[in-house]
């Protein structure tokens, strides 16, 4: 198999610098950056609470936010896959806002649809769409995206935030805090850290975390998920609308496949691939990937990509290759999603104010 070409990222030295936020012992670097982060720390403090202080936001409806607190990815969408398919167990009818990070234009408020382009409504917004196909609308003001889908659908009756963890014009019920393997690194804030905002010393009431991770990550309390392989089907099929087998992850074992992702933690996926007995040469790529131009050589004969890649990968695009979309499974545990149930109102009790 040819090499991959040399895919656009960051700069060495940013690449560089962002690989010491996750080593556990400060580096030097990262203390000369401490007032830095000790500023932006005071100024996000300083913006929350602004945001929390402006007028009130009712819209009428429970709002589960899901975010994580720190830079990039930590297995955000696959949990509101998963809390949506749960919370249609309890009987509710959810809708989804979110940013759409990313995108052309984050300003407008799109309207997400299963043939909705990713680079106009985002990767991960569309991503949840064509798997659960709830109403979902992206937009920066996450509050103005909110009026608008639930102006569309009033059936819905209890709301998610996509990564709106630090949107705090939205109100919210439950947050729910995502963390990977990597945890808070350093424990840092930006810059010279990857958190978002400090670490809390404990959990907030209505705070619960799920570790995507096979043990918890960080000294927080929290629930850990599992993330399996649900199969694979080629692209074309994906597209439309097919479920994925597992039985073409044991007829791809022993041939030469290319394995490409764009994500938080790549590794965790080729780890995978490799557990579930596939030989693979690595592609890992920036998260949110646009994988125009396509990001392996001309000749490439299979290669494998997460649902989150797919969106952007039309099948007329991909030429002679055999492009196979491997999905993925977040299981809730129990525990995680009693700490939900306690927090939410009855659904007999949930209250249908007008929105202001």
Do not use: C
Request: hydrophobic residues 45%.
């Amino acid at each position: 198999m040819s090499t991959p070409p040399q895919v656009r990222s960051a700069p060495s030295w940013a690449t560089a610098l962002q690989a010491q936020w996750w080593q556990p012992k400060i580096s030097l670097a990262m203390r000369l950056l401490q007032p830095l982060a000790a500023l932006y720390a005071g100024l996000a403090a300083v913006h929350r609470r602004w945001q929390r202080r402006t007028a009130p936001v009712t819209l009428g409806r429970p709002i589960i936010v899901v975010g994580n607190l720190v830079v990039g990815g930590a297995g955000k969408t696959p949990t509101v896959i998963a809390l949506i398919g749960w919370l249609r167990q309890q009987g509710w009818r959810p809708g989804v806002v979110s940013r759409g990070y990313g995108r052309d234009d984050d300003q407008a408020i799109v309207n997400v649809q299963v043939n909705s382009n990713a680079h106009q409504v985002g990767d991960e917004p569309l991503l949840i769409h064509r798997r659960t196909g709830v109403p979902l609308v992206v937009g920066r003001d996450r509050v103005a995206a909110a009026r608008a889908l639930l102006a569309q659908h009033p059936e819905v009756d209890i709301l998610l935030s996509d990564d709106g963890l630090q949107h705090h014009r939205l109100p919210r019920d439950v947050e729910v805090v995502v963390f990977d393997g990597r945890g808070a690194g350093n424990g840092l804030t930006l810059p010279a850290g990857p958190l978002r905002q400090p670490l809390p010393r404990s959990l907030p009431p209505h705070m619960v975390v799920l570790y995507n991770a096979p043990h918890p990550s960080t000294p927080l309390p929290g629930a850990l998920a599992e993330r399996r392989l649900a199969g694979a089907l080629p692209l074309a099929d994906w597209w439309r609308g097919h479920a994925a087998d597992t039985q073409p992850l044991s007829t791809l074992q022993g041939r030469p496949l290319l394995a490409a992702a764009g994500m938080g933690e790549p590794e965790r996926f080729f780890g995978m691939l490799e557990q579930a007995g596939l030989t693979i040469q690595r592609l890992p790529l920036p998260d949110h990937a646009s994988f125009s131009p396509l990001p392996w050589p001309a000749g490439t004969g299979d290669v494998l990509v997460t649902e989150k890649d797919a969106v952007k990968l039309r099948p007329d695009r991909v030429g002679a290759a055999k492009v196979w979309v491997v999905a993925l499974d977040f299981a809730l545990p129990p525990e995680f999603t009693e700490a939900l149930r306690q927090r939410l109102p009855p659904r007999a009790d949930a209250p249908l104010r007008t929105s202001r």
